[in-house]
T-cell receptor, first 115, second 116 residues
């Protein structure tokens, strides 16, 4: 089945140690998103890629970076994780075509713990 | 500014009861989308429905139904004959038209617990 896959499901990193979360999709969608969801809160958009064009949200900290080497893969890099970055990170995709955007399809998420 | 309010933080019902989850939104735009997503304990967000602002028809899908009323800026979600598998956090969300910026503005979610 076509889907959005996030690896790993659980990631533990140390304070200040860089970490990379990965997302892949078989939907051939041209837009990919990264959301951060802290405990008992709503998901919050960090950034998205429209094809290769990167779009950062104004309030996303510089500590968060992203790469999209091809249509299928997108990575979230946290350069120096702090305790406040512990959260569920959700990858999502959509297809934008002829002015119409499809609903977002989400992956299972990666739960990041910072020790 | 856009905002989505889900006033019900937690709801607990007994299996087979009907339950309605409330959603009120704010936007000055005339064209927008409204969504409902389900987040079970496993964590993924499961898409349930999208409704555009021009379509006020109510929708029914099995045990799920949605009531969209622009006059009250509400997009409520009803589960009929609830089941234990319906236990999850339900998010209502809003996004605006225009460009590949499907930025979902989420409400804070309603935790639904269905007891056997």
């Amino acid at each position: 089945d076509a889907m959005v896959i996030q690896n790993p499901r659980y990631q533990v990193t140390q304070f200040g140690k860089p970490v990379t979360l990965s997302c892949s999709q078989t939907l051939n969608h041209n837009v990919m998103y990264w959301y951060q969801q802290k405990s008992s809160q709503a998901p919050k958009l960090l950034f998205h890629y429209y094809d290769k064009d990167f779009n950062n949200e104004a309030d996303t900290p510089d500590n968060f970076q992203s790469r999209r080497p091809n249509t299928s893969f997108c990575f979230l890099d946290i350069r120096s994780p702090g305790l406040g970055d512990a959260a569920m990170y959700l990858c999502a995709t959509s297809r934008f075509q002829q002015g119409v955007d499809s609903p977002l399809h989400f992956g299972n998420g990666t739960r990041l713990t910072v020790t | 500014a856009q905002k989505v309010t889900q006033a019900q933080t937690e709801i607990s019902v007994v299996e087979k009861e009907d339950v309605t989850l409330d959603c009120v939104y704010e936007t000055r735009d005339t064209t927008y989308y409204l969504f409902w997503y389900k987040q079970p304990p496993s964590g993924e967000l499961v898409f349930l429905i999208r409704r555009n602002s021009f379509d006020e028809q109510n929708e029914i899908s099995g045990r799920y139904s949605w009531n969209f009323q622009k006059s009250t800026s509400s997009f409520n979600f009803t589960i009929t004959a609830s089941q234990v598998v319906d236990s999850a956090v339900y998010f209502c969300a809003l996004s605006l038209y225009g460009g590949a910026t499907n930025k979902l503005i989420f409400g804070t979610g309603t935790l639904l617990a269905v007891q056997p």
